[in-house]
């Protein structure tokens, strides 16, 4: 009997840096383990990788504008031998208030929304979206150190973007109204997965891999200063501020994936401190 009670006896602790978000927060989910054993977590049925932390594990958890408000499941799995313990919890997900902009392209920019380039900014868009859903390599860091740029936000995550009276889409990133020529900073260490110039859209841009599920990026580069497959530090720089692809005018445009949800970067970087 009382090794049947030793079995059952919970060896898991967790923590979540926060139980209720807004469509596109973030919270950062540790697990404590006293005993040796197998970890794995899910959340709404996906698997999410663990990442050792402080004597035990974390992971970072996301939603986006696109994630519809309510109980988002969460199922840590902890296995040791013939036994399997599972514990449930959740995060519960409320409406963002997002805003509305209308764009108004120059005439010269014009050419990125004609009917005659459609394919080619699809293929490219198909490109970038299969950097950021494929799996992440080696970890780095999930915790940002530093802003890329100054902190002049011009557009925020989620904006509704509005152009000829249509609404064309939610704005996925971060704006940064920055001088053309503005160093670009990796916030955190990665991988640069992906580092292409001249994109319909994006322009010249940079894709990092943090590891863990996380991949950041960075439009409308002017020009770049790091090549596929590189390893970048805190603090080096990535490329430089620019107008290149669908830009009205000189900016960093930043994005964070987190297993593919794109996330608000403003929220990943002011939180610097995970609990
Ligand atoms: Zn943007």
């Known amino acids: 009997m009382l090794s049947l009670i030793c079995l059952v006896a919970a060896p ?16 950062y989910l540790s697990v404590q383990t006293s005993e040796q054993g197998l ?3 899910e959340y709404r049925g996906e698997p999410y990788p663990l990442i050792p932390w402080d004597d035990g594990f974390v992971s970072l958890i996301g939603t986006s504008y696109k994630t519809s408000p309510g109980r ?31 764009i108004t392209l120059p005439r010269s920019k014009q050419g990125t ?12 868009y198909e490109a970038v979206v299969e950097a950021i859903n494929a799996p992440s390599g080696e970890y780095y860091s999930i915790f940002p ?20 009276g249509h609404k064309a889409w939610h704005h996925a990133g971060l704006d940064f109204a920055v001088p053309s020529g503005t160093p670009i900073l990796a916030p955190c260490p990665g991988k640069v997965v992906m580092a292409r110039d001249t994109f319909i859209r994006q322009g010249t841009f940079v894709i990092l891999d943090h590891g863990a599920g996380l991949k950041t990026l960075y439009y409308h580069m002017i020009e770049r200063n790091v090549e596929e497959g590189e390893v970048v530090q805190t603090g080096d720089t990535l490329g430089f501020v620019g107008s290149t692809g669908l830009a009205t005018g000189p900016h960093l445009h930043m994005g964070i994936y987190i297993n593919g949800i794109a996330v608000d970067p403003l929220f990943w970087l002011e939180r610097k401190e995970p609990f």
Not at 15 to 26: K, N, V
């Open 72 to 102: 988002k499941s969460i199922r840590i799995t902890f296995s040791q031998g013939w036994n399997t313990e599972i514990l449930d919890t959740a995060i519960r997900v409320v409406p963002s208030e997002f805003r509305k902009s209308v």
């Open 145 to 164: 150190e530093i802003f890329p740029c100054p902190k002049k936000i011009s557009g925020t995550y989620g904006d509704e973007r509005w152009i000829g």
């Open 113 to 124: 929304i004609d009917t005659t380039r459609q394919r080619r900014k699809a293929e490219e």
């Open 12 to 27: 898991l602790e967790i923590q979540l840096s926060r139980e209720t978000l807004h469509q596109g927060e973030i919270c």
């Open 39 to 41: 970890l794995s977590l």
